[in-house]
């Protein structure tokens, strides 16, 4: 984990006002014996997890794709080869959503922007860190255009099933 205090709580007012402003509908679903507060979601988030994300099409049609997703200091992390129809979105669309589920166990979802990681972020080297630790080199070393991105939330709930 790698959340400062002030990051976990940025993440729980996050996580209860996405909640607390939602449908009827989804506080019902995502009621209090389905709710996770940050501390008990950032563990289920450790290493990669596979996500479900969402991008725009220049025409306003949805796509979505699989991306490694590591959650690093309150957002997730996700790269892609700059050649992919996702990094043309994302370039002219920075809007995204994005999805970890786990089955009946575990839902994380996001809505936000993404915003391109590069080597004036302050926390760019630990990221590179980490992924390069999990992967066993460093991931701009995967093509010629690998384009590193943070997700920035904007709204985002999590929802605990039966275990």
């Not at 957002?75 to 992919?84: A, E, I, K, P, V």
């Not at 390069?132 to 991931?139: A, G, L, N, Q, V």
């Amino acid at each position: 984990m790698y959340e400062t205090p002030g990051e976990i709580e940025r993440l729980q007012a996050l996580l209860t006002a996405s909640r607390e402003g939602g449908t009827s509908h989804l506080q019902e679903i995502i009621s209090d014996d389905h709710s996770l507060a940050a501390s008990e979601l950032l563990p289920q988030l450790e290493g990669m997890r596979v996500l479900s994300l969402a991008t725009v099409t220049a025409k306003g049609e949805p796509r979505v794709s699989a991306v490694d997703g590591h959650f690093i200091h309150g957002s997730w992390t996700f790269g892609t080869d700059g050649r992919s129809a996702k990094a043309r979105h994302l370039a002219a669309r920075p809007a995204v959503s994005a999805a970890y589920i786990d089955g009946e166990r575990l839902g994380f979802f996001t809505h936000g922007s993404v915003e391109r990681l590069d080597e004036s972020d302050p926390l760019f080297d630990e990221i590179i860190a980490h992924w390069t630790r999990h992967y066993d080199s460093d991931p701009r070393s995967w093509g010629d255009d690998i384009r590193m991105f943070r997700i920035v939330p904007s709204w985002c709930v999590a929802y605990a099933g039966g275990q």
